[in-house]
């Protein structure tokens, strides 16, 4: 029995030894369960053989997306902003959905700065120094719908722009002059935003803004001296705010009766001429604040659905009691919800009760001290 229990005895300590000389549990990471399809041992295995010299291949990292030095690159957003950059970089992954290069040193957009980038949704070169774009350089983006281009040292409308723009914000440039056919193929375009540039009236050349339908436009903070010809007739919203305009003559608005809303706040406006308002029998909104108007413009009663009239800062001195509402019942849409009459030299006990008689609230009406 003693050499047999000694042989037991043998066999159980080599079974311990064994077990000892097993590898210590590691924490898998991400990359170890990506690899799970390796077989053999997986990953383990192989850096077990690299060690011991008995690997013949070489092992094969997971691809990994490329991505712009210093910039962020994460779920087809690319964020290259506030680096400084004096071009657009290289190596920006072909399924880029949004690239913001705003904020940098940019000066230049070159024919193949976007080569590759056909999925591109929205692009944004905000607050650069950009002053050239080669005409091919916007090619590759077939469907790209949102341009963000503020802030730059642009003297024309870019050429070329994608047949599938829908926004673009090109305010606060160098831009004077709007050539014909410059937005011509951009039937998909919804909105313009180009305040804030040095262009006339006479800045805006005959057939500028033919073929678009656009349901938004702004031309805020320019050099105009009157509503500008031949806007598209498409339009909800257009903005004039702080410009040079004088007055609003009869023909000026002639072309906009899908009018939502019409700012034309923080101009010289000293008349609107008689029926100038007839041609907007959809207008929802309109300002007319921080002008030189001694009277409420005639026609506000006849809108039927006009809801907010912005009129203070002005040099209205009297307001009638039919100057906003109409007499007859019923005729009226929507009553107001807003009116402002502020800053004016206007005494708010001076005006009839019944002048605000389609008003929603009472609170609606908004006077104030006037202060000369």
Known sequence: MLPHCSLLLLLCAAQLLSSSSALPFEQRGFWDFALDSLEDGGMMSMMRDQNEGSATEEILTPDVPMCPFGCHCQLRVVQCSDLGLTEVPRNIPPDTKFLDLQNNRITELKENDFKGLTNLYALSVRNNKISKVHPKTFAPLKHMQKLYFSKNLLAAIPKNLPASLVELRIHENRIKKVAAGSFSGLGNMHCIEMGANPIQNSGFEPGAFKGLKLNYLRISEAKL?????????????????????QAVELEDLSRYKNLHRLGLGFNHILNIENGSLSFLPMLRELHLDNNRLTRVPKGLPNMKYLQVVYLHS???????????????????????????????????????????????DRFAIQFGNYKK
């Open 225 to 245: 001296t009157g509503v500008p010809k031949d806007l598209p007739d498409s339009l909800h919203e257009l903005h004039l705010d702080h410009n040079q305009i």
């Open 314 to 360: 002005n040099n209205i001195s009297q307001v009638g009691v039919d100057d906003f509402c109409p007499r007859g019942f019923g005729m009226k849409r929507t009553y107001y919800n807003g009116i402002s009459l502020f800053e004016n030299p206007v005494n708010y006990w001076e005006v009839q009760p019944a002048t605000f008689r389609c008003v929603n």
